[in-house]
């Protein structure tokens, strides 16, 4: 069953169009991911689906719910972490959640048990007590995360929740997202990250200038930018001709193209290439010539983006964590 339907949705800022015709849909219980450049419109189309923001035209249901005629129905249902970090550095952990919770309408009690159970799973029990303004970029991501959580959502949508973290809270955030996906969640993501939605998305949608550009799994789109990339590298020593028979000997392989000849190298993408090694290397032995190095690579999602888009999607990994925003407290 899908668990989010997206049919023809355009948003406007004035002569902007942020979202351009975008439609998906997304299968309870697995994690979609919306990878993107800056500006692609992710955001955008993320606040549609959580309510806080109108489409101009266009349909979006999640969890069975029009997003245009009951927002309360789809807030009830979901699960929300902005881009930038929503938690009060005021207040503890534990109160930044237990707020969220009473937000939603938990009384008391509840709220506070859950918040308890959630900053357990999500590692949080030991600082839960300090004020979340002297958290790190890691630990204010994760209690975004939390206060997502607190209501029980059937549906988790997260903004960039790894942007700004350094390499290791990044993948402790993976796993936590893993966890929740293994216990049912729904969660759908965006990104600038290739490797965040290669790591956890079932299936993904590439958004550039509003349009979705090209969507899939993360396998079924690098199987399409055509084969993984072989490279053999002749031992010193060896001459033009030895570099052109080992290229004819790529080239005669059943599904090889683009084969390139690199100094001493030979380069050529093979459809399936990882699991014909014994084929690739008995095609070369044939030739005599004597090969020092043999290597396969996947494509990646990077070479996706390029063929499809015509450019690189090339984002800096290290950008300043968020600042935690100094929300007026609600009582
Ligand atoms: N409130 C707004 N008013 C005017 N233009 C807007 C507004 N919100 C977004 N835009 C524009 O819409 C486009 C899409 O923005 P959006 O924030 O959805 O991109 P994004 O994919 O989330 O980018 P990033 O990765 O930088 O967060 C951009 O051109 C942006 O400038
Ligand atoms: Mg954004």
Do not use: C
């Not at 697995?30 to 993107?36: A, D, V």
Request: glycine fraction near 10%; charge should be negative.
């Amino acid at each position: 069953m899908a668990l989010i339907e997206v049919t023809d949705l355009y948003k406007s800022f004035g002569d902007v169009r942020a979202v351009d015709g975008v439609s998906f849909a997304v299968e309870e219980g697995t994690i979609f991911g919306f990878l993107g450049p800056n500006g692609a419109g992710k955001t955008t189309t993320i606040r549609i689906l959580v309510t806080l923001s109108k489409q101009t035209s266009g349909s979006a249901f999640v969890a069975g719910v029009d997003v245009s005629s009951d927002p309360h129905g789809v807030r009830s249902r979901v699960g929300y972490a902005a881009q930038a970090t929503g938690i009060d550095g005021d207040l503890t952990g534990y109160e930044n959640v237990v707020l969220q919770g009473r937000l939603h309408g938990m009384s008391k009690r509840e709220a506070s048990e859950e918040a308890v159970r959630i900053l357990e799973v999500i590692s949080l029990s030991d600082v839960q007590e300090r004020r979340a303004g002297t958290y790190s970029g890691g630990m204010a991501r994760r209690l975004d995360l939390a206060q997502a959580l607190i209501h029980r959502p059937s549906v988790l949508f997260l903004d960039e929740p790894t942007t700004g973290l350094d390499p290791q809270n990044r993948h402790a955030m993976w796993q936590y997202l893993k966890e929740l996906n293994d216990g049912g969640m729904t969660i759908f993501l965006t990104t600038q990250y290739m490797e965040e939605a290669d790591e956890l998305a079932d299936d993904l949608a590439i958004i550039d200038q509003g349009k979705i550009v090209v969507e899939g799994s993360p396998g079924e789109l690098k199987r399409g930018v055509g084969g993984d990339s072989v490279t053999l590298t002749l031992r010193p020593g060896s001459g033009p001709d030895d570099v052109a028979s080992v290229a004819g000997a790529l080239e005669s392989l059943v599904g090889a193209d683009r084969v390139k000849t690199i100094d001493n190298a030979v380069v050529a993408h093979l459809v399936d290439g990882s699991s014909r090694i014994a084929e690739i290397v008995r095609a070369v032995d044939a030739t005599g010539v004597p090969i020092g190095r043999l290597e396969l690579a996947e494509p990646s999602l990077d070479q996706v983006f390029l063929k499809h888009t015509g450019s690189r999607l090339r984002v800096e990994e290290v950008k300043p964590a968020s600042r935690l925003s100094r929300k007026r407290r609600r009582t």
